[in-house]
């Protein structure tokens, strides 16, 4: 940071918007919590669970974003935190979006086609 002259700034005791930086990067690592089993990864609807030795292994948030997955007996995911899901739809820029309709659930009409002003946007899939 001194090389380019910035200041470091701290966010003090504001997780929630280290966390929102989070969601903001690893967007398509989101995972909402299975009542069945474990947790479903929005993008591709895998199982994954918890780490154990996460420090939310007993808390078991309904939402999280995870940083990888490691497949051993199960597939465990790693450095993982809690979200808002409301973070997570609002985080996404447009074109994320778009591609991710269909997983998150919004409606292809309405919503979409209101905003769907310009030709560079992909077409929601149905």
Same mark, same amino acid.
């Given at each position: 940071?001194?090389?380019h /002259?910035? *200041?470091?700034?701290s966010?003090? &005791?504001?997780y929630?918007r280290? $966390?929102? =930086?989070? %969601?903001?990067?690893?967007?398509?690592n989101?995972a /909402?919590? *299975?009542?069945q089993?474990?947790? &479903?990864?929005?993008?591709?609807? $895998?199982? =994954?669970? %918890?780490?154990p030795?996460?420090?939310?292994?007993?808390r078991q948030?309904?939402?999280?974003v995870?940083?990888?997955?490691?497949?051993?007996?199960r597939?465990?995911?790693?450095?993982?935190t809690?979200i808002?899901p409301?973070?997570?739809v609002f985080?996404m820029?447009?074109r994320?979006?778009?591609?991710?309709?269909?997983v998150v659930?919004?409606?292809s009409?309405g919503?979409?086609?209101s905003r769907?002003?310009?030709?560079?946007?992909?077409t929601?899939?149905?």
């Amino acid at each position: 940071m001194d090389r380019h /002259k910035l *200041d470091v700034v701290s966010c003090g &005791k504001n997780y929630k918007r280290v $966390q929102m =930086a989070i %969601v903001s990067g690893f967007f398509r690592n989101a995972a /909402k919590k *299975d009542p069945q089993e474990g947790y &479903k990864t929005q993008v591709d609807q $895998q199982v =994954a669970y %918890v780490h154990p030795s996460s420090a939310l292994y007993n808390r078991q948030p309904e939402w999280i974003v995870y940083h990888e997955i490691t497949m051993t007996t199960r597939e465990y995911m790693r450095e993982i935190t809690a979200i808002d899901p409301k973070w997570y739809v609002f985080r996404m820029s447009v074109r994320n979006l778009a591609i991710l309709i269909p997983v998150v659930g919004v409606q292809s009409r309405g919503w979409w086609s209101s905003r769907q002003t310009s030709s560079r946007l992909p077409t929601p899939r149905a």
